[in-house]
């Protein structure tokens, strides 16, 4: 290689190197730049409210679920094949009503066996009578016979009973709500055949905090609200629990007509309650709860840092809600972004 290609070379790698320290310095200066930028964006926007005392009017709002006014699976009371079922699921039945039947053959037999120890045992008894007259029995024999007649008396009425068990029949007023079982299932005595639901009322149950559920008596009438339908209804407290569920709060129903069957078991409703009002009630907005209000957890900010908190919560009053303990006037809680919260995290707070 000659002099003139030896400095086109050594040129050429010193072009080289000048370009792979440039990029260097860029890839360190982006990167530099990527972590300012990831730095300043570890803080996570969230709006929030500040825990407040106010004065609350005396209307509140429960949530509940409807229940039936009955329900009871209809069953047999001896076990065995069914042969036949009455109804279908819709089907409108009466108490009293025969609604399936157990095959009777064995139970048949039955009487048939205790119809004929009967009749020989009455056979044997109007013998020994006849040979009593004569001497040709004892007083004791005589017994012995009248006593056998009785014991196969009382075992056909068993039997006959028992033959009459084979018609399964309703235990209450209502509609079929679900069958259980098909034709020709084997089923054991109590074994659920099909299940009936009576709606001609409902009643609405609901759970009280006890700040409130002293307020209330049964007999009074309460406002209902179907959520389905957003009609106002008229509703009487039937049942206060005497007892907490455990989380000072008490169940109370709320019976109302229904014979127009227009609203059905399992459905949502509002009970509207008139109580006294109350001032200096500590409250935040419903929307401050992580996940629902009874889980009774809220992020709290301070200094620019969100903690998850546990707190009690007391009555429900719709997009607000009061709290009884683990907060103070003027905390901070999240309202908004708590789904990218975990506990101890930078927030920054928009508006």
Do not use: C, H, W
């Not at 429960?62 to 039936?68: A, E, Q, S, W």
């Not at 009578?129 to 007083?139: L, M, N």
């Not at 016979?145 to 009459?164: C, F, I, M, P, Y």
């Not at 303990?325 to 905390?331: P, V």
């Amino acid at each position: 290689m000659n002099r003139k290609s030896v400095i086109s070379v050594i040129a050429l790698l010193g072009i080289a190197a000048a370009f792979f320290f440039i990029l260097q310095n860029n890839k360190k200066k982006n990167q530099a730049e990527l972590d300012i930028v990831a730095e300043a964006n570890t803080e996570v926007a969230v709006k929030t409210a500040k825990a407040q005392k106010e004065s609350i009017s005396g209307v509140f709002k429960v949530n509940g679920t409807f229940l039936p006014k009955k329900q009871a699976q209809i069953s047999p009371e001896i076990g065995g094949q069914l042969v036949g079922l009455y109804v279908e699921e819709g089907s409108v039945v009466k108490v009293g009503q025969t609604i399936a039947k157990i095959s009777g053959d064995k139970i048949n037999v039955n009487v048939n066996n205790a119809q004929a120890n009967l009749d020989n045992a009455v056979s044997s008894l109007n013998r020994y009578e006849a040979a009593f007259k004569s001497g040709g029995v004892t007083a004791m024999q005589l017994d012995q016979a009248r006593l056998q007649v009785e014991n196969a008396q009382a075992q056909l009425k068993s039997a006959q009973l028992n033959s009459g068990d084979t018609n399964v029949k309703s235990k209450i007023d209502g509609i079929v709500n679900k069958k259980l079982v098909e034709v020709g299932t084997v089923v054991g005595a109590g074994t659920g055949i099909v299940e009936v639901v009576d709606i001609s009322s409902l009643k609405l149950k609901v759970e009280v905090d006890q700040t409130l559920v002293s307020q209330l008596n049964v007999g009074s009438t309460v406002q209902v609200i179907p959520s389905v339908t957003g009609e106002a209804l008229e509703g009487e407290i039937t049942f206060i629990a005497p007892a907490s569920n455990g989380a000072l709060k008490f169940s109370v129903e709320i019976t109302l007509d229904n014979s127009d069957k227009k609203l059905k078991a399992g459905m949502d409703g509002v009970a509207v309650f008139n109580s006294t009002g109350m001032d200096d009630v500590l409250t935040i907005p419903r929307e401050a709860f992580v996940g629902s209000v009874s889980d009774n957890q809220v992020f709290v900010v301070r200094d620019t840092v969100a903690f998850l908190t546990k707190i009690q919560s007391g009555v429900n009053y719709g997009d607000k809600v009061q709290v009884t303990g683990g907060l103070t006037e003027g905390d901070e809680v999240v309202t908004s972004g708590q789904i990218n919260l975990n506990d101890n995290t930078d927030v920054r707070i928009i508006q």
